[in-house]
């Protein structure tokens, strides 16, 4: 099946809008947001929201440098990096 923009913008918005009486119905997703870091202009985050917490990891000129963090927000906020600059934000499904 192939959509186009239209179509996939509009199948997103009915999944947020449309309200689920099931919880198991409800659609499991990743949201990956990339923030640069103010500092260091090589040096990337990426904070990973799911249904169950964060996770962060770090890049530097484009390679992850450990094995990623799970944390909370209030942790992502004390270090700063919700304040930085977002690159780019998009959608996964969860495995």
């Not at 499991?28 to 990339?34: A, F, L, P, Q, R």
């Not at 090589?42 to 964060?54: A, D, L, Q, R």
């Not at 484009?62 to 990096?81: A, D, H, M, P, V």
Request: proline share 3%; charged share 25%.
């Amino acid at each position: 099946m192939c959509l186009n923009a239209i179509d996939k913008w509009a199948l997103l918005c009915y999944n947020i809008i449309v309200p689920r009486n099931n919880k198991s119905e409800r659609r499991k997703s990743m949201i990956k947001t990339i923030y640069q870091d103010k500092y260091n202009p090589n040096k990337t985050w990426e904070v990973t929201s799911m249904s169950h917490g964060f996770y962060l990891k770090q890049f530097i000129c484009n390679k992850q440098f450990g094995r990623g963090l799970r944390t909370t927000r209030e942790y992502i906020k004390s270090i700063g990096i919700l304040d930085m600059k977002i690159i780019t934000r998009w959608e996964e499904p969860e495995h």
